[in-house]
């Protein structure tokens, strides 16, 4: 099946440093991958959804400048959080679209992130 | 507005059978999905459903009704590993996932 990895798995970082995250598709092509963030006993929130070679677009509410978002190629997507701060502290999880899976227009999942801003 | 229901937990036993339900209300609807979330981890997909009817996986089933706007997940022959919380998402016709809060299912011995 379809594979989606992240690195890193986790992460601690000083108060206004700024930190990257990368989702690869591991044996499959993602025209268009999701980046979600996921608080504790929360659902997922969705952040931006990425296209490859184009702009992300951003849900409302979420900094574009704060949160950068790049998807050079089909298999990977960075985001990075800039001068990140204590509130950044979360679950970040990025997913990818399959469009060769059929009908089915399934997302699948990396396994995650956790970032802790102390 | 879009609006996902699922209960928020549930208990059974092992080697029972439990039924997690959805209702949606979304603008447009391009297919159901049920993904299972371990804590601490991300989601993996578990269903599929576009069409109305029953889709069968080993243990797990999904069902969908699209006039009634309901779909549930039932899983058999539960086992310890099931403990989990198990999240329905609706894709919106701007082909947008919109997330239920996750039924989070307690598995007793």
């Known amino acids: 099946g379809a594979v989606v990895s992240q690195h890193p798995s986790w992460v601690i970082c000083k108060s206004g440093t700024s930190v990257k995250i990368e989702c690869r598709s591991l044996?499959?092509?993602?025209?268009?991958m999701f980046w979600y963030r996921q608080f504790p006993k929360q659902s997922l929130m969705l952040m931006a959804t990425?296209?490859?070679?184009?702009?992300?677009?951003?849900e409302q509410g979420v900094e574009k400048d704060k949160f950068l978002i790049n998807h050079a190629s089909l298999t990977l997507s960075t985001l990075t959080v800039t001068s990140a701060h204590p509130e950044d502290s979360s679950f970040y999880i990025c997913?990818?679209?399959?469009?060769?899976?059929?009908?089915?227009?399934?997302?699948?999942f990396g396994p995650g992130t956790r970032l802790t801003v102390l | 507005g879009q609006n996902i229901d699922q209960p928020t937990e549930m208990t059974a036993t092992e080697g029972a059978i439990v039924q997690i339900n959805c209702t949606y209300q979304?603008?447009?609807?391009?297919?159901l999905f049920w993904y299972q979330q371990h804590a601490g981890e991300a989601p993996t997909f578990l269903s599929y459903?576009?069409l109305d009817g029953l889709e069968e996986k080993g243990r797990f089933s999904s069902f969908l009704s699209r006039s009634k706007g309901y779909s549930y997940l039932l899983l058999k022959e539960l086992q310890m590993k099931d403990s989990a919380s198990y999240l329905c998402?609706?894709?919106?016709?701007?082909?947008?996932?919109?997330w239920g809060a996750g039924t989070k299912l307690i598995i007793k011995p």
């Open positions: 997913s990818a679209r399959d469009l060769t899976s059929g009908e089915t227009d399934t997302q699948y």
């Open positions: 044996d499959f092509q993602a025209t268009t």
């Open positions: 990425s296209n490859e070679g184009s702009k992300a677009t951003y």
């Open positions: 979304t603008s447009g609807f391009n297919g």
């Open positions: 459903n576009v």
């Open positions: 998402a609706c894709m919106d016709s701007n082909y947008q996932l919109i």
